[in-house]
């Protein structure tokens, strides 16, 4: 079974610059996460979507962030214009479908490390 | 939003050597899972506990989820090489959008 899905692997950008990351989950999940993970810390849930809806974004800097699932599939997290502190990896996870799988178990891509210079 | 906290947050053991990684929060949650992270990698699941007091073992790995479902511990016997790597748990509130809530996160590092 293919994983989870992301890219690019590395960005490296100067402050003020646009970025975009994309990821696709694993097939026949209806929820998809995107996480934001600084260096020596837990990641932190940015938004999460349950098909093409937004069920959670109440973290998300949504002055510069912002993230669609349009298709209720792949999925794009952008970010305009980057700041410093904006320098982490980006995580992607997907699990079946809260409510139905009780545990919530999620499966994570491999992330997207972004730099701000 | 639900602090868990973890410790140690660095611990260097040789191999061979038992260790005890600690998740503790003031918040009540319906279930707990632990991941390990390894460089350049994405989180994978180890263990999911549900049930207060409940123990779970995976190979060299005891899972331990307290009475109060507050906290957890994590216990390797004699670790190897292959254990190095972010050890976090995460909790489920089960309300609302069902979120987990990750700990702050424990590096491991076994020596040789």
């Known amino acids: 079974e293919a994983g989870v899905a992301q890219s690019p692997r590395y960005k490296i950008i100067e402050k003020r610059q646009s970025v975009a990351f994309w990821c696709n989950p694993i097939?026949?999940?209806?929820?998809l996460y995107w996480y934001q993970q600084i260096l020596g810390q837990g990641p932190k849930l940015l938004i999460q979507?349950?098909?093409?809806?937004?069920?959670?974004d109440s973290q998300l800097p949504k002055d510069r962030f912002s993230a669609e699932r349009l298709k209720g599939v792949d999925s794009t997290l952008k970010i305009q214009p980057a700041k410093l502190e904006d320098s982490a990896v980006y995580l992607c996870?997907?699990?079946?479908?809260?409510?139905?799988?009780?545990?919530?178990?999620?499966?994570f891509g491999p992330g997207t490390r972004l730099t701000v210079l | 939003t639900q602090l868990l906290e973890q410790s140690p947050q660095f611990l260097s053991i040789q191999e061979g050597e038992n260790l005890t990684v600690y998740c503790n929060s003031s918040?009540?949650?319906?279930?707990l899972q632990w991941y390990r992270q390894e460089p350049g990698e994405g989180p994978v699941l180890l263990v999911t506990?549900?049930?207060?007091?409940e123990v779970k073992k995976l190979k060299r790995l005891t899972f331990q989820f307290g009475d109060a479902r507050k906290d957890s511990s994590l216990h390797i016997t004699a670790a190897q090489p292959g254990d190095t790597g972010l050890y976090l748990c995460a909790g489920s509130d089960q309300t609302g959008a069902n979120n987990l809530f990750f700990g702050t996160g424990t590096r491991l590092t076994v020596i040789p």
């Open positions: 996870a997907s699990s079946f479908a809260p409510g139905t799988d009780y545990y919530n178990e999620q499966f």
């Open positions: 918040s009540v949650f319906s279930s």
């Open positions: 979507f349950q098909n093409n809806g937004v069920v959670d």
């Open positions: 097939s026949g999940h209806a929820t």
């Open positions: 506990v549900v049930t207060g007091g």
